[in-house]
């Protein structure tokens, strides 16, 4: 188990360890009663069991929105919106080009969950930024808008956060987006299966940020006020 599960995260770790306890007892329940499920082992479960649940930080939209507009350079610009403005992943950003452009979306070609393809909204002044940037850079239809490494977007992004002197990771940027929307009245539907592109609600509620006891005042004045 160790050796399969190399460096995925716990969470990871712990459900494959479920599924084979679920099949020894399968095997033992239906085959062999005298069979010894292995993952029975006060051990293995302290090794393989669940990880905490971390509470991520959350940028607020004057420090996004300062970042941003401070960032001169236009192709770092446009990756940083695309992450803070349009809740894409670093691979999603990095692996566009011209065609995936559909008047106010983005294709994005085999994302992260499995499915062939799925469509990303964004602003329209993004869009335009974008389209601009491809017709002065005389980027072909088929080549990618940012030919980059990982590292070097997690560079952009480094040299984005030092800006503010606030540490800020490529992840933070679609955080920051979802919890934006969520709190600006967007219902959680439309955060979890259209900004964030979630197969369930359970993993959106994972990436929006705690709420303060003056946060919720706020939101109940307004409801009932």
Request: hydrophobic fraction near 40%.
């Amino acid at each position: 188990m160790t050796k399969v599960s190399g460096n995925t995260k716990q969470n990871t770790k712990k459900l494959r360890f479920t599924l084979l306890a679920v099949f020894f007892n399968y095997i033992k329940n239906s085959i062999d009663p005298d069979f010894k499920n292995p993952c029975d082992n006060q051990a293995l479960k302290r090794l393989f069991r669940a990880g905490k649940n971390i509470q991520f930080k959350i940028l607020e939209k004057d420090v996004v929105d300062e970042i941003i507009f401070r960032t001169e350079n236009q192709r770092n610009r446009i990756m940083l919106e695309l992450m803070a403005r349009g809740c894409m992943r670093i691979g999603e950003v990095l692996n566009l080009t011209p065609m995936d452009i559909e008047d106010r979306k983005v294709i994005v070609q085999s994302p992260k969950i499995g499915r062939p393809s799925e469509a990303v909204f964004l602003p329209q002044k993004v869009i335009d930024r974008m389209k601009k940037y491809i017709r002065d850079k005389g980027i072909r239809y088929d080549c990618k808008i940012f030919p980059i490494t990982y590292a070097g977007a997690r560079l952009v992004v480094k040299k984005a956060d030092e800006i503010l002197d606030i540490q800020v990771r490529p992840h933070d940027l679609r955080r920051h987006a979802a919890t934006y929307a969520s709190r600006s009245g967007t219902p959680l539907e439309i955060v979890s299966k259209i900004l964030l592109r979630h197969s369930n609600l359970a993993t959106t509620q994972k990436y929006l940020g705690k709420i303060s006891d003056s946060e919720a005042i706020q939101w109940i004045d307004h409801l009932h006020g």
